[in-house]
């Protein structure tokens, strides 16, 4: 592969064998943080050793932690100008990861919340739609720069029944429609009522799928992972924007 079309991006992603079969329902579909359909660009995906739903979302551990600052290193070796991960609850790892390295870390989505917020406006909210609210907390927040001043508000998946099964049932595969209505509901339920929501927020790096229709269902603007890696990629100039069409 020539230097030219040697990726510059590289996505962390769970360790395979480790991943619910419902997550790798999500990852087929484009947009999905895993799914190399998502990206007009290349990227390289590489597994955190031990990085799965108990040792990220509900107990962050400080092995994966190391793993995910020593692979890191080894890609800014390689070359890689860039990394992101594949799943946002990694937020609690953002500031110490980004330590100790030199090139730029996006940990999660919710790095985008502070230019959102000063884009709708001091006065209004950003919902964020996250797979669990419960395990979503303040230092999630404050990793990503999300201080008092930004108004955000939660709201969490995990009493939707389809897509509880998803971590509860993790050997069985779940229905996809039933989960997409549960995604676009969430969010219109979130919004219902209340005006000072304008944007939403996806944590959650297997929601982009929806986006649009979640954005549909609501009138309102609605960021995600793919939103911060198109832009980040765009400014390592892998997306040429202003290319005139042949």
């Not at 917020?117 to 001091?122: E, H, S």
């Not at 980040?232 to 202003?242: D, F, Q, V």
Request: include cysteine; charged fraction near 20%; glycine fraction near 4%.
């Amino acid at each position: 592969m020539s230097d030219n079309n040697k990726p510059k991006i590289a996505i962390l992603r769970w360790e395979k064998g480790m991943v619910p079969k419902g997550l790798i329902q999500l990852e087929a579909l484009p947009g999905n943080s895993t799914n190399p359909n998502t990206y007009p660009f290349p990227v390289r995906f590489v597994e955190v050793p031990g990085a799965c739903a108990e040792t990220v979302i509900t107990h962050p551990d400080e092995k994966v932690l190391q793993s995910m600052t020593q692979i890191c290193k080894t890609l800014e070796k390689d070359g890689i100008r860039l990394i992101a991960t594949s799943c946002g609850f990694n937020a609690v790892f953002q500031q110490r990861v980004a330590a100790n390295i030199s090139i730029p870390f996006f940990s999660s989505s919710l790095l985008l919340a502070s230019t959102i917020q000063a884009a709708i406006g001091k006065n209004n909210t950003l919902a964020v739609i996250t797979a669990n609210k419960g395990s979503l907390s303040e230092k999630h927040m404050r990793e990503c720069g999300i201080t008092e001043e930004i108004n955000v508000e939660c709201f969490g998946l995990e009493e939707a029944k389809e897509w509880k099964r998803i971590f509860d049932e993790p050997n069985r595969k779940c229905d996809m429609d039933v989960v997409e209505s549960e995604i676009i509901d969430t969010a219109i339920n979130a919004v219902t009522g209340n005006d000072k929501i304008k944007a939403i927020l996806l944590e959650c790096t297997d929601l982009p799928p929806f986006a649009h229709k979640i954005s549909k269902a609501t009138g309102l603007m609605v960021f995600d992972f793919t939103t911060m890696i198109c832009f980040t990629a765009n400014s390592l100039c892998e997306i040429n924007m202003y290319e005139p069409s042949i």
